[in-house]
């Protein structure tokens, strides 16, 4: 533990992979993800870079030694070595734990969520924000804060004061035909989960738009949408004073499509 510098410092990224009777789903997106994230923190000689085959052999020789076949799985990449703040190397070690899921299959909420908006914290925009970095007090803050509350989740606004994301979740915003997502310069997380909903809303017959988005254009709101990579897409009722009751007509739609990536017959 004394040389783990994620425990000590932070230094690390992570990735929580959905596993659905056996396959890894969304494997390449969560790769570039991881890739980039490990290039920007120096943590990976750039001559021998992780290819997606050897990311692919991690997880799978971790997925033969489960019982489960669906699964949550979390996977952590730390720097090693000594060294305070400035890293002695730039090689990684990773650790990988799991949690078995109900079903293969996305599932909508049967209740929708009830989010609250964080007053305690807000998000920074910098080449870290739209990475799953283990230096996450932010969201802990915000979980805190969710907890005080009794919300379901909450907003969580960047230094600007546009919204950015959930604790751990994307966000999206349907007005008529036309939904609307925080742009990754907002200070979100490059979702993968947010990837797949924005290439099926591109299909649909509906308009997308990626920009700032503030408190109170959620007022007009006909449905709003949490997404991760684990749940899909979960349907929002209220967020408390900024929205009238919502609808998830579009959000069963959205997780219809979802579970046919799984099973095509669907």
């Not at 007090?137 to 907003?155: I, S």
């Amino acid at each position: 533990m004394h040389l783990n510098r994620a425990f000590k410092y932070g230094d690390g990224l992570f990735e929580t992979i959905r596993v659905s009777n056996g396959t890894i789903l969304f494997l390449e997106a969560h790769f570039a993800r991881l890739s980039k994230g490990l290039n920007i923190l120096h943590m990976q000689d750039s001559q021998k870079p992780l290819s997606i085959e050897k990311f692919q052999k991690i997880v799978q020789d971790f997925l033969s030694k489960q019982s489960d076949a669906n699964l949550r799985i979390r996977i952590t990449f730390f720097r090693q070595g000594a060294g305070l703040y400035t890293p002695q190397e730039i090689a990684y070690d990773y650790y990988i734990e799991s949690s078995p899921l109900e079903s293969a299959f996305f599932s909508l909420n049967p209740k929708g969520l009830n989010l609250g908006c964080c007053t305690s914290v807000q998000l920074s925009i910098d080449q870290l924000s739209n990475l799953k970095t283990t230096s996450a007090l932010p969201y802990v803050l915000a979980g805190l804060e969710k907890k005080e509350n009794a919300w379901d989740d909450c907003l969580i606004l960047n230094s600007e004061g546009a919204i950015a994301e959930s604790i751990a979740a994307n966000i999206f915003i349907l007005k008529g035909k036309q939904v609307f997502t925080p742009a990754l310069n907002q200070g979100c997380i490059a979702g993968v989960m947010r990837q797949n909903v924005i290439k099926i809303i591109k299909k649909l017959d509906l308009e997308l738009y990626e920009e700032a988005i503030f408190l109170e254009d959620i007022k007009d709101a006909d449905e709003i949408w949490l997404t991760n990579a684990i749940r899909g897409i979960q349907w929002v009722k209220e967020v408390s004073n900024h929205s009238n009751l919502l609808k998830n007509n579009l959000a069963k739609r959205l997780t219809n499509h979802l579970n046919r990536i799984i099973s095509p017959k669907l």
